[in-house]
């Protein structure tokens, strides 16, 4: 019986690590970034969730997307990828830029 008790223990605990990714998983978004530009300029996302934002950058120079209102910045080398997660946000809008390129990288995330 103990080891009976023991087996179903193990299973259940096999069971509740193999369920924890999912649960976890965080809804993904991406932007790239084609010259100087980020595409979409305007990302809608779900309010009141963390969410995963990948940032492709296309260009071969590096860019920056930065966001005060995020209390984000992250350099992005040319032909890379970087990943940042925000929120959970606020119902709202934050606008983001490129710090290498402010008069044309710019966009705006709407939480809804």
């Known amino acids: 019986m103990a080891a009976l008790y023991r087996s179903g223990s193990l299973l259940l605990l096999v069971l509740s690590l ?3 990714p999912a649960a976890a998983a965080k809804p993904e978004f991406k932007i790239e970034i084609r010259n100087h530009l980020f595409e979409p300029s ?3 996302v779900p ?3 963390k969410i995963k934002l990948i940032v492709y950058n296309r260009d071969s120079t ?3 997307f ?3 209102e995020l209390n984000r910045e992250k350099v992005v080398m040319g ?4 990943v940042i997660f925000i929120g959970p946000l606020k119902p709202g809008t934050y606008p983001f830029f490129g710090e290498f390129h ?3 990288a710019q966009g705006i995330i709407i939480a809804e």
């Open 18 to 20: 193999t369920a924890l």
């Open 42 to 44: 305007e990302l809608v």
């Open 47 to 49: 309010a009141n969730t």
């Open 62 to 64: 590096a860019e920056e």
């Open 66 to 68: 930065e966001s005060y």
């Open 79 to 82: 032909n890379r990828k970087a």
């Open 102 to 104: 402010p008069n044309t």
